[in-house]
């Protein structure tokens, strides 16, 4: 059974939270992890089959001529609609895991549909935040990649409102910036080796095979695989350190009203 620490955790420690999280609720929440897999291949075997047979030095503006179909607008907005519900889905459920032991995933959905204008809001919000930081220079997008990277996590398990949960980010981050960036950044750095394992198979199809549709099918199942594995793993780092961070605020007010009361 997976418990949340009890006490702040080294860095260490709480990558082992995560790993650990990671590898127990793996089997147990793969109907979401293969929903979210699927949901998020659609626009690459769409782009994928329209780009058969196409050379290379038009596939631009035939993927510009694309995006400039309100269905194409359409379908990308229904199809982020859906996986932005599916994802709070995801959360919930490794926050059972990790709080519980036990996940319901009815329940993990459940969470989702009454949280998902508020989550919908919120990683919209975060993205608009997020490109005008990156937008101005590259340090202040880093700076609030790193200050609001906790806002959807605490927006499921808070229960709270958009601005609410932009506002429980910061004040967790405050004072762990550079503590937090390195514990998702491993997560990350995971993340892109086996992503680029992927990519290296997906290409290795196209050589064996040639261009075609069987082959664009075959690589989206290739990436859809990987994906089913992978999703889930940057949620248990952020819910392993939003955890900690809670742990570590809560001590601090803890001592700091001792200190006050002895100072009384």
Known sequence: ?????????????????????????????WPLTLALALIGAVPGVVMGLDLVGVSPQRQVFVLL???KTPSAW?????????????????????????????????DAFGVAMSLAGRFIGASLLLALILLVGFALLLIPGVYLSGIFQLALIALVVERGGVIDSFRASASLIKGYWWRSAIIITVAVIITIVFSVIG???SEAAVSVLGQGVGTVLIQRLLVTALNVVLISMLPCFLLALYYDLKLRHEGGDLAARVAALAAG
């Open 1 to 29: 059974m997976v418990v949340r620490a009890s006490g702040p955790r080294s860095i260490g420690g709480v990558l082992d939270d995560a790993i650990g999280l990671y590898r127990h609720s793996l089997r147990r929440i």
């Open 65 to 67: 001529g694309l995006l």
């Open 74 to 106: 359409l379908s990308g907005l229904v199809i982020y609609l859906l996986y932005a519900v599916a994802y709070a889905a995801l959360v919930s459920a490794l926050d059972a895991i990790a709080t519980r032991g036990v996940v319901s995933l009815a």
């Open 199 to 201: 990519g290296i198979a």
